[in-house]
Structures are given as C-alpha cells and as structure tokens.
DNA sequence: TTCGTCATGTAATGGGTTACATGATTAC
DNA sequence: GTAATCATGTAACCCATTACATGACGAA
C-alpha cells in the first residue's frame, strides 16, 4: 500500500522521505494518511529489497566540510530499474486488492501512469463492490427499520447516502473513460509506417 | 472500539457472538465491519474482565441430553453491574476518541444511550476536525492545483465535497440537537414535588 | 446425505500508530 | 539565541485481519 504509493511518486521525480510525506498527503487528501513512523522503514525495506536507491545526482550536497562528516541531512530516492519494473507490474493488477477502501485511494491517483483498460477494470470493480455493499445496507436496513432508534437510523441512511453518492461518481469517471478509449485509438500508427 | 460497540449492544438485550456480529453489521452499516477473529478474543477479554457474563437465564437450553454434554451451540452474554457502568464511564467521554473517523460511527450509533450535552459536544468535535481537514485539502489543493495531474484532482474534489457534505450533515444534527434541549427542559420537576 | 448457514474459536500475521529521541536549518 | 519546521529514525504496541479448524442443525 504505502509502498505502491512510494513507487509511485518516485517514479515522477527523486524525493526525500519528509517531502514524500507531504506529496502523499497532497496526493491521496482525505482518503489516507501515513505517520513517519511508517513511512521510513518501509522506505529502508524498498531500499534492501532494491526497488528505491539514494540519488546521488542531486548535486546539493554542499561542497566542503559536510561531505566529510559522510552523515547528509536528506537523503533523496529514486527508482531502480527493478522499482520500475515492480511499480509497473503492480500497476496491472486489476484484482480485488485494487479497489477495496484502503487501496483504491492510491491506485486512483496513480491513474495516470496506469494502462486506460487497467483503469476501467479498477473503476468497474469498485462499482461493483460499492453497489454490493449498497444492497446489503439496502437489505438491512428493509428489515430493521422500525426497529432503528432514530439516531441509528440517519447514520444508515447518510451512509447509504454516501455510498449512492460514489456509485454515481465512479459511473461517470466510467463514462469518461469508455469515451476516451474508443475516441483516442489504443494504438496510432506512427505516420513514418503508414502505407 | 469493538469493546464499546459490545457494551452498546448487549445493553439492549443479550446477544451470543455469531448475533452479535450481524447486529453490528446492522447498526454500523457501511461505517465499520468486524470480523469473528477479532469479536470472540474479544468477548472472552471482556468476560474475564468481569463486563459481561453468560447469561443463563435464557431456558432455550433444551432440557435432556445436551445439557449433560456440558458444551452447548450458543454462548449468550449478557451486560454485569460493572459493565454497565463501564458502558457509562465510555458514553460521557467527549475527547478526541469519539469523534475521530474510526470511533466516530460507533459512539454515534449509540446516541440514544448518551447523554444530550455529551451528544453536541461529540457533534462539534466530529464537524471542527473535519473542518481542519477541509480547510487542509482546500490549502494544498489552492497551492498544487495546476501540478496535479486530472486523476489526482478529480479524486481531491471528490474527497473535498465528501468532506463539505458530511459538515453540512453535521450541522443539521448540531440544530436539531440545540432545539431538542431548549425546547426539552434537561430535567422536568415532577408533577409530585411541585409547590 | 449433503448443502447452506449458524455458531465458536485459534494462530499467524499484518500494517499500521504513538511516542520518543535526535539533530540540522531557517527566520526572527 | 531561540523557536519553528525540516528531517530522520526506532521501539513498543494495537487492533484488527485472514485463514483455518470444528461442529451442530435444518432443509432439499
């Protein structure tokens, strides 16, 4: 999870942990939140795991004395070969594991770098998952209304509500989606082949 | 968390596990799920804690054979003394642990148990920390904006009008909570001791 | 008799959090 | 020089989950 979000930034730009930390509040808003605490051993076993390296391109290590101390303030990452590979592997699964609550979050925002069909799958399983829980609640909530103390009840009802309320919005990003992929096609011929 | 939602239930009537858990499906609805894995550990903590305490006085016991074997189907808990008053104690704790995202939909879901002064103040503590979160997103959205890619900012807009949607929810509580208090006199004099 | 669901439980694991400790750098 | 915030890290803990194991009971 934290490390999917991780491949993901570092695949747009090198970053140290602490602006990681800020990036992936920017990036995921309300929908997660992640503690240092968390963050800088997961970072240490990408490290070990060989997926992330510290970049040492960046060319703000001030000349002279602190050099020697061998002991940098920040220590920048970057991607691997292999942390590409990886990212790009985890960025095909279209499984469960990809729309549940705690993850789909991070794979949305990675959207960008994810395969247009990838996506619709994502948004479809999502739906569906949604819509489940939306019938149960449904289901639930036909069989004990009237026995609901009234506070239960609106909390039933703001939660359906809430649920109601993403179904539409994952429909329309469908929508989107579906409009994009047969508008732009999968793959343009380049010119220079073309008879 | 699991702990109180228990106390809750099992105040209303006494309930074995496996009840237990559709019961909280039932009151929590899309809020918040539990698993057996984590409900019977839990029951037996409490047990041992002395909260609740099988409940004997079911006479669903069929009378014969069974009751020889001395291992019956159902295990039905019921609330202690001193469970009640531990649900209690739980129920006037207006601080922080009622109204964050994972406690918030337990404490309310047991609203009809707690007290109207404790009710707002959870109320308020709810709407102000989703209140910080808004005025969080709606900074870094102001500064990010033009960087963000389409995806990571339909999902910010998405989660800023959940956010938006869940005050407004609140604040309607907040009102209708104000008007049952001034109109409601907190303690009535009654009717026997008046001059 | 076998399938579904009711019913209880355990073991291993997971993926985080909180609190703490430390120090560099920047702004006033 | 001192407060804020940037920056990295560790240790102890928490609260659950998943997967598994077991068995009763009613309906087809």
């Known amino acids: 999870m934290l490390e999917l979000a991780?491949?993901?930034?570092?695949?747009?730009?090198p970053l140290h942990g602490y602006e990681l930390r800020q990036r992936?509040?920017?990036t995921l808003g309300t929908f997660r939140a992640f503690s240092?605490?968390?963050?800088?051993?997961?970072?240490?076993?990408m490290r070990d795991a060989g997926w992330i390296a510290e970049d040492?391109?960046?060319?703000?290590?001030?000349?002279?004395?602190?050099?020697?101390?061998?002991?940098?303030?920040?220590?920048?990452?970057k991607l691997t070969a292999e942390g590409k590979e990886h990212l790009a592997e985890l960025l095909t699964d279209a499984g469960p594991s990809a729309?549940?609550?705690?993850?789909?979050?991070?794979?949305?925002?990675?959207?960008?770098?994810?395969?247009?069909?990838?996506?619709?799958?994502?948004?479809?399983?999502?739906?569906?998952?949604?819509?489940?829980?939306?019938?149960?609640?449904?289901?639930?909530?036909?069989?004990?209304?009237?026995?609901?103390?009234?506070?239960?009840?609106?909390?039933?009802?703001h939660g359906l509500e809430s649920v109601e309320r993403e179904v539409r919005w994952l429909t329309e990003l469908i929508e989107t989606e579906r409009l994009k992929t047969t508008t732009t096609p999968r793959k343009a011929v380049p010119h220079s082949v073309r008879p």
């Open 6 to 13: 991780v491949l993901g930034l570092l695949h747009e730009s």
């Open 24 to 26: 992936l509040k920017a």
């Open 36 to 45: 240092y605490g968390s963050l800088y051993p997961t970072l240490r076993r």
């Open 56 to 77: 040492e391109g960046d060319a703000e290590v001030v000349a002279g004395a602190p050099a020697l101390t061998g002991r940098r303030g920040k220590v920048v990452y």
């Open 99 to 157: 729309w549940e609550d705690e993850t789909f979050g991070v794979h949305f925002a990675l959207f960008s770098q994810t395969d247009p069909e990838v996506r619709v799958r994502i948004l479809e399983g999502r739906r569906s998952r949604l819509e489940e829980r939306r019938e149960g609640v449904r289901a639930t909530l036909a069989r004990t209304r009237a026995r609901l103390d009234s506070y239960t009840l609106q909390l039933q009802e």
